[in-house]
């Protein structure tokens, strides 16, 4: 059974950091496709990054320069660096994670709102608020 466990979130005021992790169980291989998501308050779940077992990456052009994610393979963790804060960013958060690693098209799940659909693993998600 496959389970995903997000931490790292909190209160940080605009221009600060924060460095989210979420905890991988029951899913093996070199071969993946994850990624995280938000939900800000009356908006829909949006993608925010996406990475593959290749090393390869996309972010969302709203975080793009601000935000990088990264998978530790022997840590079963895939991590979520957000630098540069803004209030914007103010949202719950979750990681994700597909069933099936191919097809992983990174750059249209992390910019199209429909790119949640390639992912049958979720977290619970964990909440990040930025203080203007």
């Known amino acids: 059974q496959v389970q995903l466990v997000e931490s790292g979130g909190g209160s940080v005021e605009s221009g600060g950091s924060l460095r989210l992790s979420c905890a991988i169980s029951g899913y093996s291989g070199s071969d993946y496709c994850m990624g995280w998501f938000r939900q800000g308050p009356g908006k829909e779940r949006e993608g925010v990054a996406t990475t593959d077992g290749d090393g390869n990456t996309a972010v969302a052009d709203s975080v793009k320069g601000r935000f990088t994610i990264s998978y530790d393979n022997a840590k079963s963790t895939l991590y979520l660096q957000m630098n540069s804060l803004k209030s914007e960013d103010t949202a719950m958060y979750y990681c994700?994670?597909?069933?099936?690693?191919?097809?992983?098209?990174?750059?249209?799940?992390?910019?199209?709102?429909?790119?949640?659909?390639?992912?049958?693993?979720w977290g619970q998600g964990t909440q990040v608020t930025v203080s203007s």
């Open positions: 994700a994670a597909a069933a099936q690693p191919d097809p992983c098209p990174l750059a249209y799940i992390a910019r199209n709102p429909y790119g949640s659909a390639y992912f049958g693993y």
